[in-house]
C-alpha cells in the first residue's frame, strides 16, 4: 500500500496486532488508504481518528475491552512520526491516551495483573505484572524487554502467550523508553546490565516468582542487553531469549514461527552453578 519503506513498514507492525485483536485488518487498510504517502501529518491524523472511534465503544464487557485494546494500538500507531520533534506536545498527549486506552482494557481482562514499580537507582520504572492466575504460588517469570523506543503495552499479546503456557510475565520500560523518555526525560544507555540488573532484583524478591526459574526476552537491540546482563552478572536461574528484531509481523509470516521457540516451564531446566546461557533466535536469522 506504502512504497515509503518507513510507513510500509510501521503499516505492518500494525497489522501484526491483529493476530491477538489488538488490531483489526478491516481498520487498519481503511485508514492507510486514508494517508498520504510519506506525510507525517496525515500519517498522526488518520491513526488518531481511527483510535477515537475505538475509545467510544461501550457496554458489554469483551466489545468494550477489544475496542479499548485496539484503541491504544492506533493511538501509539499514530504518535510514531511525531519525535521528529520532540517538543511536539501530542507526543505525550497521543501516549497518554495510548496507555489510557490499554488500562482501560486491562480492567475489563479475566487476566489477574499489578502495575507496579521498580526501584531503580534514585528513581523507580513502571511495569506490569501478569498472573496465571491469583493464588500467589510461586510461577517461573518471563520477563519481557521492548524495543530501543518501545513502550510496554504492545507486548501484550506477547504477555498473553506467556500466560497462556503456565509463566507469570514481567514487562518494564528502561531508559530512553515509553514514560520513561517521555515523561521523565531519561535517555537510552548502552550499559543495559545496569536496567535489566535491578529489574531481574525486583522480580525475584516476589513470593510469586520462582527464582529458579525467570527467563529473559529481549527484542530488538535489547537482546544486546540480555546478552551482556548474564556473562556479566549472572543472574541465577535466568535463562536468555533472543528476539533479533527481523520478524516481519503481518507479512504473512506465521505466528507460529516466532512462537516456537518459546519454551513450556517444563523445559526451563536450569544448572544454576554452570549458569547456561540458551539462546531462542525467534526470526529467521537464527544465532
Known amino acids: 500500500m506504502f512504497t515509503d519503506r518507513e510507513f510500509a513498514f510501521e503499516l505492518q507492525r500494525t497489522l501484526g496486532a491483529s493476530y491477538s485483536g489488538e488490531a483489526d485488518i478491516g481498520e487498519c487498510l481503511p485508514t492507510a488508504s486514508w494517508i498520504w504517502e510519506g506525510d507525517f501529518e496525515s500519517w498522526y491524523s488518520e491513526w488518531n481518528r481511527t ?3 475505538e475509545s467510544l465503544a461501550a457496554g458489554h464487557r469483551v466489545t468494550a475491552m477489544e475496542a479499548y485494546y485496539r484503541a491504544a494500538t492506533y493511538h501509539r500507531t499514530a504518535e510514531f512520526f511525531l519525535h521528529g520533534d520532540p517538543a511536539d506536545p501530542r507526543i505525550v498527549e497521543t501516549w ?10 486491562l480492567s475489563l481482562d479475566v487476566v489477574p495483573y499489578e502495575i507496579v514499580t521498580i526501584p531503580y537507582e534514585n528513581t523507580t520504572l513502571p511495569g506490569y505484572f501478569y498472573m496465571v492466575d491469583d493464588s500467589g504460588k510461586p510461577r517461573p517469570l518471563l520477563i519481557v524487554q521492548t524495543g530501543f523506543d518501545g513502550c ?10 506467556g500466560i497462556r503456557r503456565g509463566y507469570n510475565v514481567l514487562t518494564f520500560e528502561g531508559p530512553g523508553q515509553g514514560e520513561v523518555i517521555r515523561v521523565r526525560h531519561i535517555p537510552f544507555r548502552h ?18 516468582v520462582d527464582e529458579d526459574r525467570v527467563a529473559l526476552w529481549g527484542i530488538s537491540p535489547h537482546f544486546f542487553g540480555v546478552s551482556r546482563q548474564l556473562p556479566a552478572n549472572t543472574v541465577p536461574g535466568c535463562r536468555e531469549s533472543i528476539d533479533d528484531g527481523v520478524i516481519p509481523f503481518g507479512a504473512g509470516e506465521p505466528v507460529q514461527r516466532w512462537l516456537h521457540p518459546f519454551p513450556e516451564p517444563a523445559e526451563l531446566v536450569i544448572v544454576r552453578e554452570e549458569r547456561h546461557l540458551i539462546h531462542h533466535a525467534s526470526g529467521p536469522f537464527a544465532l
Open 51 to 53: 483510535a477515537g472511534d
Open 96 to 105: 497518554e491516551k495510548s496507555r489510557e486506552s490499554f488500562r482501560d482494557a
Open 152 to 161: 510496554q503495552e504492545e507486548l501484550h499479546p506477547y504477555e498473553m502467550e
Open 191 to 208: 550499559d543495559w546490565e545496569n536496567v535489566i540488573g535491578p529489574v531481574v532484583d525486583y522480580a525475584v524478591s516476589r513470593p510469586d
